[in-house]
């Protein structure tokens, strides 16, 4: 089944350089935004200075949080979840094999490994090590992190693998032998950058990557695709495909499904909008679907997933409703879909996934999953519910989609561990294989679904996790958790690290649904995108204010913690209504959004907040920008802001200088930079304890007057 690439980016923020500055900027520093700032200077990643100043500030933040007596324990208790042989080890079926990467104690980098399907399905599976990635860090002294891997199909005996030092985005490649278990000597290789890679034969690749001037679009993804065959210099690659400056990414690739080959090419005009083209008779025909729909392939299928309402021939269909149509049909210009998903109020499609002989739907309904299998026949499409284990969030991946009905349900609540299933369209009922161990004590917990009033009468839901026995007296330690934006929902699943750090020391744990995220689809995101931002925060405040009224927290007890884009929701709480909260913690945020889209990857996020350098944008931008509205003369809760040298994604400098003008205004702030990391924070399990451990402490430190 095809996904463009581009959508994958959505995982969160997509790629971007490690670099300071555009080249215009660097020509003419005085004509940018934000030129005459006095702590412009912090944007220099690896800089002396900047880092010096990060050691220092680290210093003060560990000499404080260390030192408490819940920190030593909390991290240690994390550590052993994150190191546990307990957790399911996930795979993804290539070929005959199952792969699986594992981190643990003794494997702090990795070990890729792999097994059979009867081996998997025993308690303790024997594996075969394909790469030990500790081994190889320390042949090779340099500290890599595992970014994945591109297997070669059908015969799946080679893989491109990609390599990251210290957990950026950007990567190294290296071509692999599956049979040989060794990297191929004189094989394909592209030293560290952002690439994007697809297999067309043994011999022949399509790669996008950093060509040299002008290969790059403004967000810094890939801009041409090339044809690069094996033993020719890369330079010498035939290009084939080339989008715009202006656009986000723009590639070619080629995709294997149900035993046909489509090649495909693809630009994205903005981070949410895609144009595609099929490779016909040695041309790019376009496909002519509305740009900001998703398209995707079944076979002879093609599925489209809209994002706004699309009116063509004589039906109007809408927005996030999935359609499905003979491709060759529609290529020849019919239009007669087939409605396979049509949303309602409280309804939105979540994902979808292939099977040899079916298609099946994720559903959220009222943010809970539900499953149902669509199968084409002489008739037309029908529909059939599939069973889940209980309320709660469910994830679907197919075993083999090409070849097998069969597919692994995860399935886990906030007090319920996660578990994973075997089952079939066939005979549905899931087949328990792994299940993570109880990592915390639930006993005596309650999950309530509430929802609150937004300033705009919005009903937004959210849930709570607390003790049955829950006093509302307003006296209880509360954490609130909040993202809204670019259409990721917020569902409930199972987190030991929460459960051990937050709630099974007393702590009530909230989960907003704020506008901004998918949780009721296209038209839940859109209500908060650019000019509409300050609605997602107003939800969240809303959410806040509602915990108070029902007794359940009060200013002073109540934390709340987000990061990325949810770490620019935590600024804006903080600037906005410093009095609605006890403690903040913004974990690698945009904090200035006169410059984010001068920053790293920031270009590609426009079309979520707009473009500051538009006076008619940059004028609602303005209203909410964290690092522009903080002052002197507020008092402000104790927040912590954490992020990573190694973030090519969100430039470290949007925490580093909220910072630097916080203490220069004279306010109390923590921070701390991970010097490795990536997006995520964290490069391996010890510093992933340790980051998480900080937050924790600090939390417990402001929520609850003394320790432990």
Known sequence: MMRLPVTILASL???????????????????????????????????ERSLDWVRARNAVSQAELEADPRFADIRQRLLGILDSDARIPYVSRQGEWFYNFWRDERHPRGLWR???????????PQWETVLDLDALAAREHENWVWSGAIFLKPDYDRALLQLSRGGADATVVR????????????????????SDLSWIDKDTLYVGTDFGPGSQTDSGYSRIAKRWRRGTALNAAETVFEGLDSDVWAGAYLEHDHGLIYEFAATA?????????????????????PDDAEAATLGEQLLIRLKSEWSVGEHSYPAGALLA??????????????????????????????????????????????????????GGWTRTELPTPGVGTASVSALD???????FLTFSGFLRPTSLFLASVANPEPVLLKSLPAFFSTQGMQVEQHEAVSKDGTQVPYFVVSREDLRADGSNPTLLYGYGGFEVSMTPSYSATVGAAWLERGGVYV?????????????????????????????????????????????????????????????????????????????????????????????????????????????????????????ADIHYPRVLFTTSTRDDRVHPAHARKMVARMLEQGHDVLYYENIEGGHGGAANNQQAAYMSALAYTFLWRQLRESPE
């Open 511 to 631: 989960l907003a649904n704020i506008r901004g995220g998918g949780e009721f689809g296209p038209a839940w995101h859109n209500a908060a995108r650019r000019e509409h931002r300050q609605r997602a925060y107003d939800d969240f405040i809303a959410i806040a204010e509602d915990l108070m009224a029902r007794g359940i927290t009060s200013p002073a007890h109540l934390g709340i913690q987000g990061g990325s884009n949810g770490g620019l929701l935590m600024g804006v709480m903080l600037t906005q209504r410093p009095e609605l909260f006890g403690a903040v913690v913004s974990q690698v945020p945009l904090l200035d959004m006169r410059r984010y889209n001068r920053l790293l990857a920031g270009a590609s996020w426009m079309d979520e907040y707009g473009n500051p350098d538009i006076p008619e944008d940059w004028a609602f931008i303005r209203t909410y920008s964290p690092y522009q509205n903080v002052g």
């Open 325 to 378: 149509i003979d491709f060759k049909a529609f290529m020849a210009g019919r239009r007669d879909f087939a409605v396979l998903f049509t949303p309602s109020p409280r309804t939105a499609l979540d994902s979808f996934v292939t099977t040899r002989n079916y298609l099946i739907t994720n559903v959220l309904d009222n943010v809970r999953n539900r499953l149902y299998a669509h199968r084409l026949d002489a």
């Open 13 to 47: 923020f997509a790629l971007g350089h490690l670099m300071v500055s555009t080249p215009s900027q660097a020509q003419n520093p005085a004509s940018v935004p934000g030129a005459d700032d006095p702590w412009l200077w912090l944007e220099e990643v690896d800089s």
């Open 114 to 124: 792999r097994t059979s399907l009867a081996e998997y399905r025993q308690a303790e």
């Open 175 to 194: 071509e692999f032998d599956l049979n040989t278990g060794n990297f191929v000597e004189g094989g394909f290789a592209l030293p560290e950058a952002k």
């Open 269 to 289: 005009p903005t981070f949410f909008t895609s144009r595609l083209f099929l490779r016909q008779d040695n041309d790019w025909v376009a496909l002519a679907k």
């Open 401 to 407: 989609a090409d070849h097998s009905d069969d597919y």
